[in-house]
């Protein structure tokens, strides 16, 4: 699975956009300088050691100096900073706010979602995108919020757990959240490949639907007016999504079973 991600995305990406956070440019510099010096100094030793003519000195230099150090060292060496080097970077005290991804699961009841608010501007934080998913025993709401830089996941889970609020997930995240379009289609794209489970989850907030979880209705043959849409589970059965106002359209339907396909090989990787 860690294999396919990289290949994908290159690495530890971004949960929420797929992408690396591109390393800051003193980083990045002390990095190379860190890779290119000892292969330099090992070369240049070599070549007066052993003190060859001056054209075959300078092109054994150009030369190896070029392939070892962009084709085998610097490579290297960023895979093994990679850490390093793109290490978050939040200043602390700088008044700007942060934001955040939420997954809750809430009870079905009038309030539940009012309370969730109320205790997140409690701690100043502003709730900026909201797609809730029916769950059997509740529904589970995502929500991006804004909060001030000085609050930490810990604190946001501790207010979410007080306003009710189960199985809470807090992630940093960017304004890609926000962002419709192509970049929210390879944004879960990104989340699918990174934990196959996330399917059902990705394609519900993907075509503004619903996931259906009423077993009759999960029997049940497909209606007509393409209010509902069946996708294969890459574990066993399929999942069904429904949007009663606005018709599936073939093109969702494609994308969910890209989706879904997506999924299936991020799982038999992982079991291989």
């Avoid at 090992?42 to 000195?57: C, E, T």
Wanted: proline share 7%; aromatic share 4%.
């Amino acid at each position: 699975m860690d294999s396919l991600r990289t290949a994908l995305v290159g690495g530890e990406a971004c949960e929420v956009c797929g992408r690396l956070p591109h390393p800051r440019r003193l980083r990045l510099t002390v990095a190379k300088l860190l890779a290119v010096f000892p292969v330099e100094l090992a070369l240049h030793a070599v070549v007066l050691a052993i003190h060859p003519p001056y054209v075959v000195a300078v092109a054994l230099l150009v030369v190896t100096t070029t392939v070892l150090v962009i084709w085998v060292v610097e490579p290297s060496a960023m895979r093994f900073l990679r850490t390093w080097l793109h290490a978050p970077h939040t200043p602390q005290g700088t008044g700007v706010d942060g934001l955040w991804r939420i997954r809750v699961t809430l009870p079905d009841s009038v309030g539940s979602l009012e309370r969730l608010a109320h205790g997140l501007a409690a701690v100043d934080a502003n709730i900026l995108g909201l797609h809730v998913h029916t769950v059997e025993d509740g529904v589970r709401d995502e929500l991006v919020v804004s909060a001030p830089d000085s609050i930490r996941s810990g604190a946001l889970s501790a207010v979410v757990e007080a306003a009710g609020g189960g199985d809470v997930q807090v992630w940093p995240t960017t304004a890609l959240a926000l962002i419709d379009g192509q970049t929210k289609a390879l944004s879960l794209a990104a989340r699918v490949v990174g934990d196959p489970t996330e399917l059902p989850h990705a394609v519900a907030e993907l075509l503004g639907a619903q996931l259906v979880t009423d077993r009759a209705l999960l029997a049940s043959p497909l209606p007509a007016d393409r209010s509902i849409l069946k996708i294969p589970s890459p574990w066993a059965g399929f999942f069904a999504f429904t949007r009663p106002a606005e018709p599936f359209t073939p093109a969702e339907s494609a994308r969910a079973h890209r989706l879904a396909q997506l999924a299936e090989l991020a799982t038999h990787t992982r079991v291989a």
